[in-house]
């Protein structure tokens, strides 16, 4: 992942800007009185789900949150770079744009996936369809979730990736294959149906594979790797993320089976921890798409311990809590809903995948009647201490105070008088204790409990890893200098990608190569050596400028429906007269207009 990559990733634009403007909540986006020029009523406007900003007035123009950076600090690409690391936490001292060697161990995996896909389908993968039919999972689902069988052989994969002249370091780097203590290169994956588990944006990071004998250990992962990190990915997400954001609620649960039989059963917004506790990564990635979310881990004791451990590391990111980067001039009229945690109680010796096969209807109701975080935390967590002693009361108080005081203040009285009811106490000797506990936690420990939110939380938000048509253009640029007077009119706005759009930008205006790429910042460098040796065809100049003239009118008509589709949805939310907005539709219209005369002629 490239720092740019990195910094968006930990990135929220909501929070971002807000942290200079205050913003005020509009339908699905956010508005204020535009930062760049002086108006009496807003047309500036945040998109949370396109991460983009845009002023609808004066200024006309927009961008994602290094082009609000650089415009409202008056600074270069490279200094907002430095001013958003400093903010989101990312370390600038490393060269961290690693794309060519990651897309190599991402190519190497999509191929595995393959391979697995082909030896299901084989005479011993027959063992996997078996166990796949006995669970009732459905062809369609097999290919959607893309599943496989890993043959039982020492070098079923090894043979078919060196056929394919692909260096088996590489595989080993990718976690497909290992390397012995005798130094001989084995495949990792051997006799077990496998689920590949994809990123975000849609890439194969990993693979899970379950045992279909006594072979131990029951799931197999893939080994800690620079594209696979178990604790930072979740299983489905690239297929739930849409339906997560269309029905603002997503559905945590436990394993990889769970996501599936839920999929076939219609319930597209539900992903996998796979069987961790829920991180804070995790819970980050989440955070941009909707404002609920459900966890339904199983109720086992194991499970209900992964329940808790998975809310002591998420709630302070997922809670009724106010974002961390928030400024506090932002005051009142920054007024993002907060997140909200629900508990799925599921019946005993039933996990999501076996509930919904046995009985959806109780798994309809139960994700439906699923509690409010605090609700379900006060009774567990208290169980878990003799209530019948002074000394168990004052524990659960201590275990529970940090979550009931991070709630909304008005809900906070609420809580405490659950919580008093709970351990069988009056509520002002539930306060006069909790105001003693926080003079001896003062007194004793001089450091803030353990469980305070964090004031460096910084969320982790979906991002597409490089925009092939934009890419395209700017390697068609750099290797021809000579179409530089076809394009000098081209608006830079039209690429979406800060670093297409830098590099663009600084093109535009040097005379050499290599004055281009002392002058663009060294995080672009690696990228910009990419896409100079990126191999074009055509090859001829006739080519090469109709190639051009196509590419550009496709971002230019990309860049023109979603200014159509985001003046729509301002209608009802930005301050400008609409008449004014109107003119701008207007507009819009009659360009996108003009780009399909130009097709039919």
């Not at 979550?403 to 659950?418: C, G, T």
């Not at 048509?469 to 530089?484: D, G, I």
Request: aromatic share 8%; with cysteine.
């Amino acid at each position: 992942m490239s720092v740019i990559e990195d910094i968006k990733a930990r990135s929220d634009i909501v929070d971002i800007i807000s942290s200079y403007v205050p913003l005020q909540k509009a339908g699905r986006n956010f508005k204020t009185p535009c930062p760049f020029h002086s108006e009496k009523t807003p047309s500036f406007i945040v998109n949370p789900e396109r991460q983009s900003w845009r002023c609808f007035g004066a200024c006309a123009t927009g961008g994602d949150i290094f082009a609000f950076v650089m415009r409202f600090n008056e600074v270069d690409f490279s200094e907002s770079l430095r001013i958003l690391a400093s903010k989101t936490g990312v370390i600038l001292s490393e060269k961290a744009n690693n794309r060519e060697k990651y897309q190599a161990l991402y190519n190497i995996n999509e191929v595995t996936a393959l391979f697995f896909q082909q030896s299901l389908s084989s005479y011993e993968g027959r063992i996997a369809t078996k166990y796949l039919e006995a669970r009732g999972v459905a062809n369609d689902i097999v290919k959607q979730f893309r599943l496989g069988y890993s043959p039982k052989s020492w070098n079923a994969l090894k043979s078919h990736l060196s056929i394919l002249n692909i260096p088996l370091e590489e595989a080993v780097s990718a976690g497909v294959l290992y390397k012995g203590t005798d130094g001989e290169v084995r495949d990792f994956f051997r006799g077990r149906l496998m689920f590949p588990i994809e990123d975000k944006p849609g890439r194969i990071s990993g693979f899970g594979a379950r045992t279909l004998d006594d072979t131990n250990p029951k799931y197999l992962n893939t080994a800690k790797r620079d594209t696979f990190d178990k604790s930072a990915i979740l299983y489905g997400l690239g297929l739930a993320k849409n339906a997560i954001r269309s029905e603002n609620e997503g559905v945590i649960v436990e394993g990889y089976m769970d996501v599936i039989t839920a999929h076939q059963y219609g319930y597209t917004n539900v992903v996998a921890s796979m069987g961790t506790a829920l991180t804070e990564q995790q819970v980050a990635q989440l955070k941009p798409l909707a404002k609920t979310f459900l966890l339904a881990l199983d109720p086992d004791n194991a499970g209900q311990e992964a329940t808790l451990r998975s809310l002591e590391s998420s709630w302070k990111v997922m809670g009724n809590i106010a974002p961390a980067t928030q400024s506090r001039s932002a005051g009142l009229l920054y007024q993002r809903e907060p997140m909200i945690l629900k508990i799925v109680a599921l019946p005993l010796n039933k996990d999501p995948d076996s509930l919904i096969r046995d009985d959806e209807t109780e798994w309809h109701r139960l994700t439906k009647e699923a509690l409010p975080l605090i609700d379900y935390l006060i009774p567990v967590v208290s169980a878990r201490f003799n209530l019948e002693t002074g000394y168990g009361k004052s524990q659960a108080v201590e275990a529970l105070l940090p979550l009931i005081q991070s709630a909304n203040f008005f809900d906070q009285e609420l809580y405490l008088r659950k919580l008093s009811g709970v351990l069988g106490v009056r509520e002002e000797t539930l306060k006069a204790s909790i105001g003693t506990l926080d003079a001896t936690n003062r007194r004793i420990n001089r450091k803030p409990p353990k469980q305070k939110v964090s004031s460096e939380m910084s969320s982790i938000l979906s991002i597409k890893a490089g925009d092939p048509l934009e890419e395209h253009v700017l390697a068609l640029l750099l290797s021809r200098p000579e179409l530089k007077k076809h394009i000098l009119d081209f608006d830079p706005e039209y690429f979406n990608d800060s670093s297409t759009r830098e590099v663009f930008t600084q093109w535009l205006t040097c005379s050499t190569m290599e004055d281009l790429r002392d002058r663009i910042d060294e995080s672009l460098q690696d990228e910009f050596d990419r896409l100079v040796r990126t191999e074009l065809v055509p090859s001829n100049s006739s080519g090469n400028e109709a190639d051009l003239k196509q590419c550009m009118e496709r971002l230019e008509k990309r860049h023109l429906q979603i200014l159509q589709e985001q003046l729509l949805l301002s209608l009802d939310t930005c301050s400008p007269p609409p008449r004014a907005l109107e003119g701008q539709i207007s507009d819009v219209n009659s360009r996108l207009k003009d780009i399909f005369g130009r097709r039919v002629k």
